[in-house]
């Protein structure tokens, strides 16, 4: 009984204490653990971030911001995450209110910030962000290198130059048959003119799954559209489905001269990080099952276009002579670099790096060759004659077999955005190309058409 009421007395008192403030936590105390559980937070949000979880950073990110909406650390993540998905005028808010809330927040801030308003086109603002940056690393020549500060400083200066004199072209969104609000890239025509391949993300994937290994968004398949002979128009793209697609990554290269389908197909536990496929056609017009290209006519060089490195993009020439490939695999002159094989009187020739007058120490990411094997198209982030990110480029075969230096096509093809997958009509005089323009567009990258019959 004594024990009870002792107990009883000591719970009043403490009531009372806190009551009057004696015994409760003070609001510094509390400022403390709310910003620990806040800090834990945002590095989760960036744990996230860095394995390509962009939305579920995002929510993250917003769950601190719920709390603390200045929260420096959360603004700059969501930042990251909408210049990653694209949504560049978010990243810009983002970013603005983080820097402006804490100058330091992250040591790649001014960089962050350049590429933002290169991105939007505000090209004098990028420099001096870009100029900012290049002042934190102190000359620090190794670190400005990696950084490629430099090249976008050069870009931005291309960019405005550009801008000022556009080409004589004529851009088209394709159209809402072959587009949707899913990103849609990779555009393939066949030799005839008549079918067109591409690559897409959409909800309708086979297997319906997303890559959880790395942006979650769907995994990409295989679509085709074929031209009407009445109306002259593409008829609303399918997924091919069949044996072409499976629940993981695969996606549109272009056509063999025999009409067989190029194909890139990224399958766990089958592919390296990325191979070229082909598939044949049979009489009943059903797509086979594809095969490492090659496989049949030389397996030993089909082994050497496929390594166990990424390969991501292939074209052929009309008389099947001559493959170009893009591949990561090491001893390139860059990340992503275009080699060559070649047939000759006794076989294929072993895979060739076409060498620095296409190739950079960056990105060569898509690559077309035109049918008489003359004009060499290609994607790449690694030029300073660049508008930004990556651009198209054309180069031609000199008389010694070598390709010429690589030109810019110019604005408006080529923009402060994304031109990264390109094909060319069979005539030459029109542009297929996945880009992320303004101009009529659906969402995402879609597919627009560019009449060049005019360019010089």
Known sequence: ?????????????????????????????????????????????????????????????????????????????????????????????????????????????????????????????????????????????????????????????????????????????????????????????????????????????????????????????????????????????????????????????????NGSMLIYRNIMKVTGSGDIYVSKKSKSGRWGNPKPLLEKEDKKISNKINSSYFESSASVTADGKAIYFVSERPGGLGRADIYEVVKTKTGWAEPKNIGENINTPNDEKCVFVSLDGTKLYFSSNGYKNSLGSYDIYLSEKQEDGTWGEAKNLGYPINTVKEEKTVSVSPDGKTLYISAYYDKDNLGSADIYTIDISNLK
């Open 1 to 257: 009984m004594k024990t009870l009421l002792l107990l009883i007395t000591i719970t009043f008192t403490s009531i009372s204490l806190l009551a009057n403030g004696y015994l409760a936590i003070d609001d510094t105390a509390k400022n403390k653990i709310q910003n620990i559980k806040l800090q834990f937070k945002v590095a989760e949000g960036t744990t996230q971030f860095y394995s390509y979880n962009y939305r579920g950073a995002l929510n993250t990110f917003r769950e601190v911001l719920s709390i603390d909406e200045h929260n420096a650390g959360a603004n700059y993540g969501i930042a990251q995450c909408q210049y990653a998905l694209g949504k560049v005028s978010l990243a810009e808010e983002y970013a603005d209110k983080a820097y402006k809330t804490k100058p330091n927040v992250d040591k790649g801030v001014l960089l962050l910030l350049g590429n933002i308003e290169h991105r939007l086109a505000n090209l004098d603002k990028a420099i001096s962000y870009f100029e900012g940056y290049k002042k934190t690393l102190k000359g620090n020549k190794n670190r400005i290198l990696e950084s490629d500060v430099d090249l976008y400083i050069a870009q931005c200066k291309y960019a405005q130059q550009e801008m000022k004199t556009p080409k004589n072209v004529t851009v088209k969104n394709i159209g809402d048959k072959i587009n949707s609000a899913a990103p849609e890239f990779a555009p393939c025509i066949s030799q005839d003119g008549k079918t067109l391949l591409f690559t897409s993300r959409r909800s309708d994937t086979k297997g319906g799954q997303v890559d959880k290994n790395f942006d979650f968004q769907y995994y990409t398949d295989v679509y085709m559209s074929t031209l009407d002979s009445v109306t002259g128009q593409w008829t609303k793209g399918k997924n091919v489905g069949g044996k072409i697609n499976t629940d993981f990554h695969d996606g549109a290269l272009g056509f063999m001269p």
